[in-house]
């Protein structure tokens, strides 16, 4: 059979429109169109008679079962990260065999070609869920899993009746979003990054205020020369505190790098880190700020902010068994901001 180019475009919405949705939620995906098949909802064209298969009552009984599982597991924080990370095989390959049994059998080089987008699509959409989910877990509240499961419910079935009336819209539609993740892939990845490393590290010990702190005066190696770079004037280090970079003026967050303090600046850190394998460093004037330690659910969180209320504002993250590190900086660096004032009362004395 010929298929001409506008019916293998709309053969590709729906392929790769199904793979898309797949990503997001696999079950329910195929337990709807399973439904919209069985009670005749939606008459299927001649080219898309192989979806058909959907429609076997056993099919539908299966999905239903795993789809009513994900409805309260996607709900649950936590709980919700733990089956993603369980569906990271299981969503593209569901997705890509969804886009195969649309194809039925074109071509050979077709439906390797769709079958390799297929794949790659739930992929990028199951990374963007996941990572989305990674995200609102670290809020102590529950319903914004909720929401957002309801959300990605509403979204799967607004994206099955949109392939359902327009292939090619569709398709233009979910080409976009998955651009658009694409071009903000590289900070999401350093969420998930930053949130699974915060996740071990709290399992692996609670916070202690009482442990003993000594800073250590050495950066590791991949820091060790961006602190070199950076240190034109040859000053020697007071402590550095490895730690993960939260919002700040020019510092993106969730890059992993260190907070290097120096015995000839008292009112100034530094901070460095590597941004895509390339050297990064910002130094952090201290004048006029103030600094305070605030623990969170995954980590103990370093805030400077300034004292007049109008200025940069800088945030910098540890892991929740290093509340006592934390605590040891504020400290020293609200002694280091009060030495100039401190001087200016004994010269007023003199």
């Known amino acids: 059979?010929?298929?001409?180019?506008?019916?293998?475009?709309?053969?590709?919405?729906?392929?790769?429109?199904?793979?898309?949705?797949?990503?997001?939620?696999?079950?329910?995906?195929?337990?709807?169109?399973?439904?919209?098949?069985?009670?005749?909802?939606?008459?299927?064209?001649?080219?898309?008679?192989?979806?058909?298969?959907?429609?076997?009552?056993?099919?539908?009984?299966?999905?239903?079962?795993?789809?009513?599982?994900?409805?309260?597991?996607?709900?649950?924080?936590?709980?919700?990260?733990?089956?993603?990370?369980?569906?990271?095989?299981?969503?593209?390959?569901?997705?890509?065999?969804?886009?195969?049994?649309?194809?039925?059998?074109?071509?050979?080089?077709?439906?390797?070609?769709?079958?390799?987008?297929?794949?790659?699509?739930?992929?990028?959409?199951?990374?963007?869920?996941?990572?989305?989910?990674?995200?609102?877990?670290?809020?102590?509240?529950?319903?914004?899993?909720?929401?957002?499961?309801?959300?990605?419910?509403?979204?799967?079935?607004?994206?099955?009746?949109?392939?359902?009336?327009?292939?090619?819209?569709?398709?233009?539609?979910?080409?976009?979003?998955?651009?658009?993740?694409?071009?903000?892939?590289?900070?999401?990845?350093?969420?998930?990054?930053?949130?699974?490393?915060?996740?071990?590290?709290?399992?692996?010990g609670p916070a202690d205020l009482r442990m003993r702190v000594k800073l250590p005066l050495t950066l590791p190696t991949r820091f060790a020369s961006v602190f070199s770079r950076q240190n034109v004037l040859g000053e020697t280090i007071a402590w550095t505190a490895p730690c993960i970079s939260g919002r700040g003026r020019r510092i993106p967050a969730n890059l992993f790098g260190a907070l290097v303090a120096t015995n000839e600046e008292p009112r100034k850190i530094l901070f460095v880190a590597r941004k895509s394998g390339r050297p990064f460093a910002q130094t952090i004037e201290l004048d006029g700020s103030m600094v305070a330690h605030e623990p969170k659910f995954l980590s103990e969180n370093l805030i400077i902010f300034p004292a007049a209320g109008k200025g940069p504002k800088y945030l910098f993250v540890f892991p929740r068994s290093q509340a006592a590190v934390a605590e040891h900086i504020v400290d020293y660096l609200r002694e280091r901001l009060t030495e100039p004032s401190l001087r200016s009362e004994s010269l007023a004395a003199t």
């Open 1 to 204: 059979m010929i298929i001409s180019r506008v019916e293998k475009l709309h053969l590709l919405g729906v392929a790769l429109g199904l793979a898309c949705l797949a990503g997001i939620n696999l079950y329910l995906t195929v337990f709807i169109t399973g439904l919209a098949i069985h009670f005749h909802w939606i008459t299927l064209a001649p080219a898309y008679q192989s979806l058909e298969a959907l429609g076997h009552p056993v099919i539908i009984t299966i999905a239903g079962i795993l789809y009513f599982l994900e409805f309260f597991a996607d709900k649950i924080p936590w709980i919700d990260s733990a089956w993603d990370a369980v569906h990271t095989v299981i969503r593209p390959i569901g997705g890509t065999l969804l886009a195969l049994q649309v194809l039925g059998h074109p071509s050979p080089t077709f439906t390797v070609i769709v079958a390799l987008l297929a794949g790659g699509t739930s992929l990028i959409t199951h990374t963007a869920k996941a990572a989305t989910r990674l995200a609102s877990n670290t809020s102590p509240e529950p319903f914004s899993n909720i929401a957002l499961s309801f959300g990605e419910d509403v979204a799967v079935l607004g994206g099955l009746a949109l392939i359902h009336y327009n292939p090619a819209l569709a398709l233009s539609i979910f080409a976009l979003a998955i651009a658009a993740f694409l071009y903000f892939a590289p900070k999401v990845l350093r969420v998930m990054k930053a949130k699974i490393w915060l996740a071990l590290k709290k399992l692996n």
